[in-house]
């Protein structure tokens, strides 16, 4: 059984802050996907990271991908009351058939106080 | 500029009943998937479709049938609703396996 696990699964901070959520795995993955989903809404598709050791940024947010290709981190600077959402991290184990099976993170619920 | 699209919203059900939850998408995608969201257990597949014509079993198919009878088109079915279906049901598709997932608004159930 491959198992994904998010940390933390709940972050209050507030504006400003920095913040790390995490994602591990107990097996290889062959590429990463971001997600953050608003409430009611589905979740919207961040990043893909495929190359270990990849570092991706987008704005205030910065991907890493580890070189292990089992772990992958999502750092905020300067969070902002816009920033808050659930955010999910979802891989494609490697040497799985190749129809695009996610496997989703328990997910991080982050709440930016103003 | 729809996207997915899932209908309905929200639905009500008693146990025993039975109903279709409708996915269209129009960006004429192969692959499509049903997911279920329940709190602290992120999304979890219950099945999925690789082109027209096809369905096979995600993680969680237990209860629910699936049809792809046309491309766009994806639907759930659930014969006989119990509580345990309670749930938030999300729709997606995408071009081809490894790229990115498109999510529908999500379809809220509950199953008194």
């Known amino acids: 059984t491959q198992l994904l696990e998010q940390s933390p699964q709940f972050l209050s901070i507030q504006e400003g802050e920095n913040l790390t959520v995490y994602c591990n795995s107990s097996s290889v993955f062959s590429s990463l996907q971001w997600y953050r989903q608003e409430p009611g809404e589905g979740p919207v598709l961040l990043v893909t990271v495929v190359t270990g050791g990849e570092v991706k940024k987008l704005k205030r947010l910065t991907f890493q991908f580890g070189d292990a290709r089992k772990d992958s981190s999502l750092h905020i600077t300067a969070a902002q009351t816009g920033d808050t959402g659930l955010y999910l991290c979802a891989v494609i184990y490697a040497g799985g058939t190749s129809y695009g099976k996610l496997t989703f993170g328990q997910g991080t619920i982050l709440t930016v106080h103003p | 500029n729809a996207g997915v699209t899932q209908t309905p919203k929200f639905r009500v059900l008693k146990t025993g009943q039975s109903m279709t939850l409708l996915c269209a998408q129009d960006m004429n995608h192969e692959y499509m998937y049903w997911y279920r969201q329940d709190p602290g257990m992120g999304l979890r597949l219950i099945h999925y479709s690789v082109g027209e014509g096809t369905t096979a079993k995600g993680e969680v198919p237990d209860g629910y049938n699936v049809s792809r009878l046309k491309k766009q088109n994806f639907l759930l079915g659930l014969e006989s609703a119990a509580p345990s279906q309670t749930s938030v049901y999300f729709c997606?598709?995408?071009?081809?396996?490894?790229?990115?997932?498109?999510f529908g608004d999500g379809t809220r159930l509950s199953i008194l």
């Open positions: 997606a598709s995408s071009y081809r396996g490894e790229q990115p997932q498109h």
